[in-house]
C-alpha cells in the first residue's frame, strides 16, 4: 500500500524536495541570513507533513473503499451465480416432473376409454400418483426458497402415518401387500406438512418394489428413529450411494415406468432442510429400509 502512496504521490514529493533546494540555493547564491533561511525551511516541512498526512488518511479511506466495492462485487457475483444455479435446477426439476406427469394423465385417458369398476379403481390409483406429484411440485418450491420459515411442533407421528396409509390403501389392496403397522402415539418435533412428504414418498417407493410382497412402519422411542421397510426387490450396493440423487432412479427404476428418480431426491432435501437425517439399508432381492432421525421431544 505504501508503495502504491508513494508511485501515486512521487510528483508531489519532488516539488516540495526541489523547493527546499530552489530556497537554499537562493539564499547561498545572495549570501542571506541562514536564520531566515532555517526559519523558512522548517515552516514549509512543517507544512508539507501535514499535507502528506492528509493525503495518507485520504489514501487509506480510498483503498478502504475500493477494497469494501471489491468485497460487495464479489458477493453479486455470488448471488448472481446462486440465482442461475437455483433457476436452472427448478427448470431441470420441472422438466423431469412435466414428462413423470405424462404417465398417470395418460393411463387416466386410457382407462377412460373402457369404464368399468375395475377402471374406476385404476383411474383411482392414477389420481393418487397425480396428487402425489402436484405435492412434490410445491414442497419442492417451498424447499428451493431460502427465506421459506419452518414451523416446528410437536406432532403425534400416528396423525402423521395413518392419513397415508388411508391415502394409498388401494395400493396395498391391488398389489397385494400386506403391512405391519401399530399406532405410534410418540411425539416428535418436526414440521408435519415435509415430514408427512418425507414419509408418503419412502412408502411410495416401498409400493411399488414389494408388490406381493410386506411393509413394516415402526418407530425406535429411544432413539426416535422411525423405519419403513420393505421385503421387496431391494436395492443394487453399486446404487446405494445414489439413491438420493436427482434423477436417478438405479436398477430397479429401469424396471419401473413409473420411477422418476424425483421422490428421494425430495426425501433427502426435506432431511437436510429439518435435519432430520434419512439413512438407508438394502440387500438385494431381499429388503430394504429406510430410517429417519427426529428430533426428540423434551
Not at 68 to 83: F, N, R
Not at 96 to 119: C, F, G, R, Y
Not at 181 to 194: D, G, H, R, W
Not at 254 to 272: F, H, I, M, P, T
Request: aromatic fraction near 12%; charge should be negative.
Amino acid at each position: 500500500m505504501m508503495r502504491r502512496f508513494l508511485n501515486r504521490n512521487w510528483g508531489l514529493l519532488s516539488v516540495f524536495i526541489l523547493l527546499h533546494l530552489v530556497i537554499w540555493f537562493v539564499f547561498l547564491l545572495f549570501s542571506l541570513p541562514m536564520d531566515v533561511f532555517w526559519v523558512l525551511f522548517w515552516n514549509l516541512t512543517i507544512i508539507m507533513s501535514v499535507f502528506l498526512g492528509y493525503q495518507i488518511l485520504s489514501f487509506r479511506e480510498e483503498v478502504r473503499l475500493e477494497t469494501k466495492v471489491e468485497q460487495l462485487q464479489e458477493e453479486l457475483i455470488d448471488l448472481q451465480d446462486a440465482s442461475v444455479m437455483r433457476q436452472n435446477e427448478l427448470e431441470e426439476y420441472f422438466i423431469m416432473w412435466v414428462h413423470q406427469m405424462k404417465t398417470p394423465i395418460t393411463a387416466s385417458q386410457l382407462i377412460l376409454k373402457n369404464p368399468d369398476d375395475e377402471a374406476i379403481r385404476n383411474l383411482r390409483q392414477e389420481m393418487v400418483s397425480i396428487e402425489n406429484y402436484t405435492n412434490m411440485a410445491l414442497n419442492y418450491l417451498k424447499l428451493s426458497n431460502p427465506a421459506t420459515d419452518m414451523v416446528f411442533s410437536e406432532r403425534k407421528l400416528d396423525d402423521i402415518i395413518n392419513p397415508l396409509i388411508r391415502k394409498y390403501s388401494l395400493q396395498f389392496i391391488q398389489h397385494g401387500i400386506r403391512l405391519h403397522y401399530q399406532p405410534i402415539e410418540a411425539e416428535v418435533v418436526t414440521e408435519a406438512n415435509l415430514t408427512s412428504l418425507m414419509i408418503e414418498q419412502i412408502l411410495n417407493n416401498a409400493l411399488k418394489y414389494a408388490k406381493q410382497k410386506e411393509i413394516w412402519i415402526s418407530y425406535d422411542s429411544q432413539n426416535a428413529t422411525l423405519t419403513i421397510k420393505d421385503s421387496g426387490r431391494g436395492i443394487k450396493a453399486e446404487d446405494l450411494p445414489k439413491i438420493f440423487d436427482k434423477g436417478y432412479s438405479g436398477f430397479n427404476g429401469q424396471l419401473n415406468q413409473k420411477s422418476s428418480g424425483l421422490g428421494l431426491y425430495l426425501v433427502e432435501l426435506v432431511a437436510r432442510r429439518l435435519n432430520q437425517p434419512v439413512s438407508v439399508e438394502s440387500t438385494f432381492g431381499q429388503e430394504t429400509q429406510f430410517t429417519i432421525q427426529f428430533n426428540q421431544t423434551s
